[in-house]
């Protein structure tokens, strides 16, 4: 116990106590942070431990040995696993005294486990979908609607109050080869959707199927 008490009162304990507290405050509780004595390859503190480490105990800062530095004195991200089988991503950082030689040695060890498990709860949000069956949407003409018009929005990436009278041409077009206005309730449900007046989506529709001057040719 009287390693623990003399590394609470090294100089630099109290000199990096106040970033190693407002890391841990940051990150915690996924954050592990450790200050090293290089010197002596002993734990001088430690702010929220995920294993049974305590200060005083072995560094075993070997495990740095064979990592090149991405900038000069930092080493990482790198993984770390614990025992039971957490994943960590691993900084370390090796900080010097006004003569620049090692003083201490800063390790931050991020808990990965909370966004391995966020990253899977989207990834089965975003699982692609089977098609739906026809056979219980064949009659859903509204369903058709939105999605004659949700799949060009997309594709185009105009919003609906965006369009041009050639964007609504074309929506329409799509609708009518969808025989969406075979529905008679059809067309006010398209201009809502569309944001537009019902005699605009008539207009549109009467361009739209009018024979162009090449087709009246003889």
């Known amino acids: 116990m009287e390693n623990v008490e003399e590394g609470r ?3 630099r304990v109290r000199m990096w106590a106040p970033v190693c507290r407002a890391v841990a405050l940051l990150l915690g509780p996924y954050a592990e942070v450790v200050l ?3 010197e002596t390859d002993r734990v001088l503190e430690i702010w929220n431990p995920m294993a049974s480490r305590r200060p005083g105990d072995p560094s ?3 495990e740095l040995d064979e990592l090149d530095p991405s900038a000069r004195d930092v080493y990482g991200p790198y993984e770390k696993l614990l025992a039971d089988g957490r994943r960590l991503s691993s900084v370390s ?13 800063l390790c931050i060890n991020l ?5 391995e498990q966020a990253a899977a709860v989207l990834s089965a949000f975003g699982a692609p979908t089977v098609q739906s069956p026809e056979p219980l949407f064949e009659q859903d003409w509204s369903e058709r609607i939105q999605h004659v018009i949700g799949t060009y929005v997309r594709e185009t990436g105009r919003p609906v109050e965006r369009m041009t009278r050639q964007d609504r041409l074309a929506v329409l077009g799509r609708l ?6 075979a529905v008679r309730r059809a067309t006010p449900a398209v201009a809502g959707a569309l944001r537009v007046s019902r005699s605009t989506v008539y207009g549109l529709l009467a361009e739209l199927r009018a024979p162009s001057a090449k087709d009246r040719q003889p």
């Open 36 to 38: 090293h004595d290089p």
């Open 93 to 105: 950082a090796v900080l010097r005294d006004a003569r620049d030689l090692p003083s201490a040695v």
């Open 111 to 115: 808990d990965r486990t909370p966004l």
């Open 176 to 181: 009518d080869e969808a025989r969406v206005f």
């Open 60 to 62: 075993l800062l070997g």
């Open 9 to 11: 009162d090294d100089p």
